[in-house]
């Protein structure tokens, strides 16, 4: 077991391979050993949704292996960010990210679009602390709407008045595009506490996924210039 490794794979219905049935799938296994064309022989653990099953039995080596048939499918399916599929990709993906906001209850959270220094922005008030955040999308997908449903309930939960930042995308914009709109939308924020009714003193910096790596280099950037 000193070689156990632990892989966890989350997917949206839609985003890989087509739509899936369920609308979210968690597939969790562990593999003992060397990861291999056979690893199925290897996994103990796996679980699919609510589904567990644990042991080298023979009913859970038969999960391991569909597990393992599913593994191998998604990553032949995996989602094409070629420069002649992007656009199709990214259009898709902000029409459902786009149905989702517009379904989404905010009671509790005042949300406006407003823009800060050139960049787009999309603001929840939910108290003083200030949260900037970046969304997820591999830094060349996404928009205001893809982690939605996340700043509604952050803002309403945690009581904050978080501020999403409407980055640029790669590879039409390449690096450090996006880091610069982040950093620009934090120095408004602190610039502008008074008129958005935060607190200076309380901002934090959070993401999802690529909007996370933007995240922990805002923090850089801030220490470095502390």
């Known amino acids: 077991l000193q070689h156990r490794q632990v892989v966890r794979l989350d997917l949206e219905h839609g985003d890989v391979g087509g739509r899936i049935a369920a609308d979210h799938l968690r597939l969790e296994f562990a593999a003992v050993g060397q990861v291999h064309d056979h690893f199925a ?3 103990d653990h796996v679980v699919v949704g609510e589904h567990v099953a644990v042991g ?7 999960e391991g292996g569909a597990a393992a048939r599913l593994l ?5 399916a995996r989602t094409d960010l070629s420069a002649e599929k992007l656009t ?29 220094w050139g960049t787009g922005v999309r603001i929840y008030r939910g108290g003083e602390p200030a949260v900037v955040f970046c969304h997820s999308g591999a830094f060349m997908l996404g928009n205001l709407d893809t982690d939605h449903h996340l700043c509604v ?5 945690a009581r904050v008045t978080v501020i999403s930042v409407d980055y640029r995308l790669a590879p039409e914009h390449p690096y450090p595009a996006a ?20 607190d200076p ?13 933007l995240a922990a280099g805002l923090a850089h950037r801030a220490a470095a210039c502390a």
């Not at 191998?72 to 032949?76: F, V, Y």
């Not at 902000?94 to 959270?109: I, K, Q, S, Y």
């Not at 003193?201 to 790596?213: C, I, L, P, Q, Y």
């Open 88 to 116: 199709a990709v990214r259009a898709s993906l902000d029409a459902r990210r786009r149905e989702t906001a517009r379904l989404l209850d905010c009671t509790g959270v005042q949300v406006t679009d407003e823009v800060a």
């Open 179 to 198: 880091l610069d709109d982040a950093g620009q939308v934090l120095d408004w924020v602190v610039e502008n506490a008074a008129v958005l009714g935060i």
């Open 56 to 62: 080298r039995d023979d009913e859970a080596a038969a």
């Open 153 to 157: 309930e952050l803002a309403r939960q």
């Open 201 to 213: 003193g309380r901002v934090a910096v959070a993401g999802s996924s690529a909007g996370g790596s």
């Open 41 to 43: 022989r290897a996994i």
């Open 72 to 76: 191998r499918h998604l990553a032949g």
